[in-house]
């Protein structure tokens, strides 16, 4: 063990806090790989990874387990952890009992839910059941709205994998807080209180966010100031909420993600507050199963959702969708999904997400293993979902070639021309709004299209590319983004903006006769009052 402790430059001390069990239980082979594994993410010294280099904090080799004697004594936020490595630089993180948060801020305790493939829910207490329903839901908010800053509301709708399919995946998602109403659709395309906005979004400011929306690795970040934060990309949602009082028990959180109270068998309430309980916290996937959980769920159906007209909308219950429920064999598919069972014992490609834990990682398989019989040709989908849900919760989980063992290949020079693959690149690469990427990240790392060097991601596209820095669209005085050559007016239709060259340029606006200031197409726009229309130069509002 000495040996293979002097080769990666660590002490004893070093590799318990990197290992989740005593140095002893692993063999010569499993422990090399695991902390070589860890080392090599520190020593790749990439910018804007979330461990800073030893010019920038210097720590000796004695203070591996408490960071106090490094030159900036103990950088990280409260309840977070410290490690440094042998070539002392440290990393900030936050632990599984305190999961939400900045670590170089500070982490708090809370918990996840989220829902992932057909899809398959998971809610904060960790129950774990299928709803196929295709009419917009309460995915979770606060029970009772008592005017507290914290409050928050998320909806989310699925859609059919195919017309009349008899499974579906999320595709589209709103979150409210702070008076602001976030909307994200499949393609990640994204209104703000129903006017196209494009990533990053602040409100009020960058500088001061009460909400903040970022695009990061293909996934879309919500956050507001409290420590909510939900995740979202094509069949895939995932909520965090700090274990704040109002938050705390049966009746704190309602919705599809359950409440927060540590007990999974309660977790399924009806909008009235009617409790579906059963021995375990899992439901099994079957035509009985689907019916009982729909017919709770169903009640938490909203038609208060961007863009919805529920006439006409061909939207069905969860419970109407269960009456279609087929079993299907799962021989073929279960041996398909094995890697993902692999990583319960550490190993196989995506053994680095052991840290998941045993009943995580077997739901995962289950749900592929059930995709992959209904959904032929769906494996590297849900291995990628899983991906993205270790990176996410583990933080630096470098997966290395798991796409060319599992045959699931990632093509970016097609994807994002001026980019290469990258199994753990930074969770702060360098975008247009940070073309040096960010000292202290802090968000790990996630596989993805890196951007060669020379070149910054332009998260305001979407999918997000890789351009130059005097390609990159306009910046307003909030930190928001506005695309090259895009014009749109603000202040209630008051003034005109466009963005050239980088630089935004305005004028005094104001609407014609018979016009107010309104939305169209998605933009603030001069709207033509009830009883008039616009000429066909669309100057002016003339009589209908």
């Known amino acids: 063990m000495g040996t293979i402790l002097l080769l990666l430059g660590l002490t004893a001390t070093a590799a318990a806090h990197l290992l989740e069990k005593p140095l002893e239980s692993y063999s010569k082979q499993e422990l090399f790989h695991k902390l070589e594994h860890l080392h090599s993410q520190c020593s790749a010294k990439r910018p804007g990874f979330p461990f800073v280099s030893n010019a920038a904090a210097c720590c000796p080799d004695n203070s591996v387990s408490t960071c106090q004697n490094c030159e900036n004594n103990n950088p990280c936020g409260q309840n977070a952890v410290c490690w440094v490595f042998g070539d002392n630089k440290f990393t900030c993180f936050c632990h599984e009992a305190f999961p939400i948060g900045d670590p170089y801020d500070g982490c708090c305790d809370g918990s996840d839910s989220c829902a992932i493939g057909d899809p398959h829910y998971k809610t904060l207490d960790g129950t774990y059941y299928d709803y196929q329903g295709t009419c917009p839901y309460i995915y979770s908010k606060p029970c009772k709205d008592d005017g507290l800053s914290s409050y928050y509301t998320v909806k989310a709708k699925n859609k059919h994998f195919y017309p009349n399919s008899p499974v579906s995946y999320v595709s589209e998602v709103e979150v409210s807080m702070h008076d602001q109403v976030i909307h994200i659709d499949e393609q990640l395309k994204l209104t703000v209180n129903g006017l ?106 909203t ?29 073929q598919s279960s041996q398909e999904c094995l890697p993902l069972k692999q990583a319960i014992d550490g190993q196989g490609p995506f053994g680095a997400c052991k840290a998941l834990g045993a009943q995580r990682i077997q739901a995962a398989y289950e749900s592929c293993s059930f995709d992959g019989c209904v959904i032929k040709g769906s494996k590297c989908q849900a291995f990628t979902d899983f991906v993205g849900q270790c990176q996410q919760l583990i933080g630096n989980a470098n997966l290395g070639n798991w796409r060319e063992l599992t045959g699931c290949p990632m093509d970016c020079a097609k994807a994002n021309p001026f980019s290469t693959y990258d199994a753990c690149m930074p969770g702060c690469q360098p975008t247009c709004q940070e073309p040096n990427g960010v000292e202290k990240c802090g968000r790990g790392c996630y596989e993805g299209c890196k951007c060669s060097p020379g070149y910054v991601l332009d998260t305001a596209q979407i999918p997000a590319k890789c351009v130059k820095v005097e390609q990159c669209p306009c910046v307003d005085a909030n930190g928001n983004s506005h695309p090259q050559n895009f014009s749109w007016y603000s202040n209630n239709c008051t003034k005109a903006n466009v963005c050239v060259g980088g630089k935004i340029f305005d004028r005094p606006y104001s609407c014609p006769a018979n016009a107010s200031c309104g939305i169209a197409n998605g933009n603030e726009a001069c709207v033509c009052n009830a009883g008039f229309k616009f000429n066909a130069n669309k100057t002016d509002c003339v009589p209908v």
């Open 303 to 331: 038609n208060e959702f961007g863009g919805f007209n529920p006439v006409g909308s061909g939207c069905e219950s969860g419970d109407a969708i269960a009456e279609k429920f087929v079993p299907c064999d799962t021989t």
């Open 196 to 301: 196209r906005t494009f990533f990053p979004f602040y409100y009020p400011s960058k500088n001061n966010p009460k909400v903040s929306v970022e695009l990061r690795g293909g996934y879309a970040y919500v956050k507001s100031r409290e420590g909510v934060l939900v995740t979202f990309t094509k069949a895939y949602i995932n909520l965090k909420v700090p274990r704040l009082p109002e938050f705390v028990g049966r009746d704190g959180l309602c919705g599809f993600a359950g409440n927060l109270n540590k007990n999974c068998t309660d977790d399924l309430i009806d909008i009235d507050g009617n409790g579906l309980i059963l021995p375990s916290c899992r439901y099994p996937v079957d035509q009985n199963g689907l019916k009982q959980v729909a017919k709770i769920l169903d009640t938490w159906r």
